[in-house]
């Protein structure tokens, strides 16, 4: 069972409305990517290249294009056993202004 996700900052769905339908389909696979290494309870893919967001406490990165990056949190499990992700930010270098 793969892991659950949330987007409870508002930031991110105007994120995703401004994105393009390429950059949309270029997140999503990203996000299947990082679902199937968490789903398998492995390392994440190093070309995720997820690692925490420097001068905040929990909130990581992973990138899903040249200029592609989408900020989350993990928050408590809503199915045992089952990471929860809840993404924070979508879209490019500029969201770091507010990650």
Request: hydrophobic share 35%; glycine share 10%; net charge positive.
């Amino acid at each position: 069972m793969a892991p659950t996700f949330d987007a409870q900052d508002p930031g991110f769905q105007r994120d995703l409305e401004r994105l393009t339908e390429k950059q949309v389909e270029r997140s999503k696979a990203a996000v299947r990517q990082l679902a199937e290494d968490l789903d398998a309870n492995r390392p994440l893919r190093p070309g995720l290249r997820v690692k925490r967001v420097q001068g905040t406490a929990g909130v990581y990165e992973m990138t899903w294009a040249p200029d592609g990056r989408a900020t989350f949190e993990f928050g408590p499990e809503k199915i045992r056993g089952k990471r929860h992700v809840i993404w924070r930010r979508v879209g490019t270098h500029g969201i770091f202004k507010r990650p």
